[in-house]
Nanobody, 120 residues
């Protein structure tokens, strides 16, 4: 099986920074796109940022210029550097990875989520 473990959430004041990390482990052959999603109370889960295995990135308009996604293909990790945080960034953040296992099975794997709270 495959597991995604997230870390780095917490409470920060508006204007501050946080860095989220996610590590994938298990019977991994390769990982295509990795990304971060978030879900605020009463809202749908939304894509925050994603990065392909080749390094192409995609960001939600609301975080462009403030968040930076990066990955280490050798370590199967993805990070999200969040700067200039706003109260509206408050949400549970989830790591996601499009994984191909050593059995050549493909599926979308999710982390358990990490809370990010930005106080005004």
């Amino acid at each position: 099986q495959v597991q995604l473990v997230e870390s780095g959430g917490g409470l920060v004041q508006a204007g501050g920074s946080l860095r989220l990390s996610c590590a994938a482990s298990g019977i991994i052959f390769s990982i295509n796109t990795m990304g971060w999603y978030r879900q605020a109370p009463g809202k749908q889960r939304e894509l925050v940022a994603s990065v392909t295995s080749g390094g192409s990135t995609n960001y939600a308009d609301s975080v462009k210029g403030r968040f930076t996604i990066s990955r280490d293909n050798a370590k199967n990790t993805v990070n999200l550097q969040m700067n200039s945080l706003k109260p509206e960034d408050t949400a549970v953040y989830y790591c996601n990875a499009d994984i191909i296992t050593t059995l050549r099975l493909r599926f979308s794997s999710w982390g358990q989520g990490t809370q990010v709270t930005v106080s005004s």
